[in-house]
């Protein structure tokens, strides 16, 4: 009997020695570290510039008096549409001065310089007429061959914006035609009067294009002298976008770069395409004081005229550069990312461990990076790793 409470009494002991031993293993183990896991996936994948931009009137004229004069009051206000030939103004003349036969060899080498500026739009007019209708030729050709499955959607909407373009392109040089011929009766009404010492006749400015007013710098009469502004003409059906960017972001944007405007006001997403990139930079001090280059960057809109109506001149947009695109890209957060030396390295789950790898990137964006080797699709990797995940470190998926 006493033998049995020995053993009875050894076992127990046993037991609560066991139990304590185990509870100090479990003390002393290192739980995991719990960790942001994401999978590496494909996807579509875009590189973006982002930046602030104004609209702007295609083509814009300003209507400059003549000759020395008294201008009478202008009896349009801002936003007035103007037809073509539409007098804006009278001016009564002062008595000119009688021309030396230098000032009047001056006077008609601006008439001549007049003349070859007004041949030369008119070439260019021409020019941009044959370009819109062999665009339009094209478009018919392509929407033939789209109606049998020859081509894609995306060919028939590169015709179509092809179209658009040229359309755009052909009324502006319509519109410098008209303008440099407004230019040379200018030169030559300026030449008239000044040649025979002044007239009493008022001399009458007027629109050398229809659009609208869009500015008027003095609406009162007053004395006015020959060159002076009178008031500003543009179309604005005819808008384009001005955006200045870092020259570092501008060596990334080339003609043809397709632009995407948001949080413009209206309903949905703009479409633009880049139309020039300046090659002049100038220099800009940002918000916190640091001199920055920047370059003025030019976006055509592509969307249909009738999504953008409501915009007017020097309305403020967002625009999105796509420097780069493309779908099925295998990628993984960049916040996974981390410098490993020359390369890039990042925290791969292995068997509930963390695993450093190596890993090459290509394209990244903000929130996404391009593996090109490395890693393979569907393993999950460490977000944001901290100081305490290491090499072979035991981590387990944070609780939501």
Request: charged content about 25%.
């Amino acid at each position: 009997m006493n033998i049995t409470m020995q053993w009875r009494r050894r076992i127990i002991l046993g037991l609560i020695a066991a139990l304590l031993a185990w509870g100090l293993v479990l003390g002393f183990w290192a739980r995991p570290l719990e960790v942001d896991l994401a999978s590496a996936s494909r996807g579509p994948l875009a590189v973006t510039i982002e930046q602030e931009g104004r609209t702007r009137v295609v083509d814009r004229y300003v209507v400059t008096a003549p000759v020395n004069g008294y201008a009478r009051r202008i009896r349009f206000d801002v936003g007035d549409a103007i037809e073509r030939g539409a007098m804006l103004v009278e001016l009564d003349p002062v008595r000119a001065e009688v021309l030396d036969p230098r000032r009047r060899a001056e006077a008609e080498a601006r008439i001549a310089a007049a003349e070859d500026s007004v041949s030369a739009a008119e070439q260019r007019a021409n020019a941009a007429a044959s370009n819109a209708g062999l665009a339009h030729k094209e478009l018919q050709r392509v929407r033939a061959l789209r109606a049998t499955g020859h081509v894609t959607q995306a060919a028939e909407d590169r015709a179509a914006s092809e179209v658009e373009r040229s359309a755009a392109e052909q009324r502006s040089a319509q519109f410098a035609v008209a303008t440099a011929r407004h230019e040379l009766e200018a030169a030559r009404t300026a030449l008239k009067y000044a040649a025979s010492g002044g007239s009493a006749r008022p001399v009458a400015v007027r629109a050398p294009v229809p659009g609208q007013v869009l500015k008027i710098p003095r609406k009162s009469e007053g004395t006015v002298a020959a060159g002076q502004a009178l008031i500003e003409i543009g179309d604005p059906r005819a808008l384009e976008v001005e955006v200045d960017v870092l020259s570092a972001d501008a060596v990334r944007i080339s003609p043809g770069t397709r632009v995407l405007f948001q949080r413009w006001g209206g309903a949905g997403a703009l479409e633009g395409v880049v139309r020039v990139v300046e090659p002049a930079g100038f220099t800009k001090v940002s918000a916190l004081g640091v001199e920055e280059q920047r370059v003025w960057v030019i976006v055509a809109f592509t969307s249909p005229r009738t999504q953008w109506q409501r915009l007017g001149d020097g309305y403020r947009v967002e625009a999105t550069f796509i420097v780069w695109e493309a779908r099925e890209i295998l990628q993984i957060p960049a916040s996974a990312l981390f410098r490993d030396g020359e390369g890039w390295a990042t925290f791969a789950l292995e068997h509930g461990k963390a695993a450093k790898r190596r890993i090459e990137i290509g394209q990244r964006s903000g929130l996404s990076a391009q593996v090109l080797a490395g890693i393979k699709e569907g393993e999950q990797v460490i977000v944001h790793p901290d100081d305490q995940v290491r090499e072979g470190v035991r981590v387990v998926a944070r609780s939501r």
